[in-house]
Nanobody, 114 residues
Framework: QVRLVESGGGLVQPGGSLRLSCTAS????????LGWYRQTPGQERELVAA???????NYADSVKGRFTISRDNARNTMYLQMNSLNPEDTAVYYC????????WGQGTQVTVSS
């Protein structure tokens, strides 16, 4: 069983930055494919960024060049550095860990507004 806890969300002005963190309990963290997803009311959850155990990364087109996903296996933690935020980035952000089955965090709200 893996428990994921996100932190770092909040309110930020357009053009600003936030860093989200996701810390996992349990073992085998380094083996997990990790990802950040986001969801707005009435919309499906969408992939924002993912990082494999091999550190290969992929990003949604809408965040390329602005967001950076990283992982620290020694701390069982994944990060999402978000720069140049705009109102369209407003959503609940969820972290995901996948290895034979998927685990989800509880979500953290990110609001981009002036």
């Amino acid at each position: 069983q893996v428990r994921l806890v996100e932190s770092g969300g909040g309110l930020v002005q357009p053009g600003g930055s936030l860093r989200l963190s996701c810390t996992a309990s349990g073992s085998n963290f380094r083996s997990y494919r990790l990802g950040w997803y986001r969801q707005t009311p009435g919309q499906e959850r969408e992939l924002v960024a993912a990082i494999a155990s091999s550190y290969v990364r992929n990003y949604a087109d809408s965040v390329k060049g602005r967001f950076t996903i990283s992982r620290d296996n020694a701390r069982n933690t994944m990060y999402l550095q978000m720069n140049s935020l705009n109102p369209e980035d407003t959503a609940v952000y969820y972290c995901n860990a996948d290895l034979m089955r998927s685990y989800w965090g509880q979500g953290t709200q990110v609001t981009v507004s002036s």
